[in-house]
């Protein structure tokens, strides 16, 4: 008997072209493009400052790139899941700081507001998310879950809403908020009810010049260093009813369908980390030379490339399966943890491997290689650590 795992196997098998369209490719070359003159010069000292990429924002917003997925109708680009994983890849190969902001206003804010918002919520904040201006000026959105003690377990909101009728009140803290300080719209998971539990929990519209809303300091990170990282507490933050996403109580649900596609997002990052550093070792192997050859006629050179191509491949194919899914209204929830779950391990494993192959080298910041292995690092964490997505896919397949 076929479970419905099986049957989407099956059906992605038999209907899944691997044949990237026109308007698919252009967009991957547009990416390349972008990543290669925009993103490359300077990533090194953003990296080494923590500057946040503002002005590669505002290029990717020109672009289209910050609102891919959303309907023209709101002022997005109103292209495919897979054309966002292209993009997030090539991006990604160079610049994670930059892919990340792009990943949680694409999969988390925009989808989450276009999917489950009002239509008087998705035209006066999804637009000028989807479009990632507003006034000339850059305008994207962050997703406010993680607390000081509700990471992997976010049933357990210390944030509160007091539904006051008309109103909520907020007071909290959320932790390792990507887009801090730079976003204009956040979208906060608290907890109104705390006898319900996780049914207790609603999802909120808050615009960050809100009385009450203050912002940390930058986070002092490993990897990812350019991106905006920052704690945002909240003290008697007054949110407008009309500002709640969903029915009461619909906020624990509204962050766990919202995740799954920030998943297909992440995996696309960290496909991209790996792609770039394999890329970078490939190259260096034809030039590095030792025993009068260059290091990819040594067998052990070889085989590690070999076996890096093959992860990358094999993490490339569940990162469009997981979009592919997606794009065809299919659930999609096993395979987007799978392709997260895979492509950041594939991605913290070629890191290392690529510093390997470009030996004393690998180690100095001027051969990249060492940024993209710190960069790799957190796509095994956010949004759902791989435990979490063994969990996934470990009760899935057990249904």
Known sequence: MLTNVSVNLYKSIFCMDFKLTEEQLMIQQAAREFTQQQCLPGVIERDEKQIVPKEQLIQLADLGFLGMMASTNYGGAGMDTISYVLAMEEISKVDSSVSVAMSVNNS???WG?????NEDQKLKYLTPLAQGKKDNELYIGAFLLSEPEAGSDATHQHTNAVDM?????INGIKNWITNGSTASVYLVIAQTDYTKGHKGINAFIVEKNSPGVSVG????????RGSDTHAISFTDVKVPIENRIGEEGFGFNFAMKTLNGGRIGIAAQALGIASGAYELALAYSKERKTFGKPIHEHQAIQFKLAEMATKIE???LLCYKAAWEKDNHLDYTTSAAMAKLHASDTAMWVTTEAVQIHGGYGFVKEFHVERLMRDAKITQIYE??????KMVIGRNITK
């Open 113 to 117: 507001l276009e999917y489950f918002g």
């Open 314 to 316: 094999t993490a490339r």
């Open 108 to 110: 988390l804010v925009c």
């Open 217 to 224: 300091p930058k986070e002092n990170k490993m990897g990812i």
């Open 384 to 389: 759902g650590t791989s435990e979490i997505q």
């Open 165 to 169: 009728g008309d109103h909520y009140v």
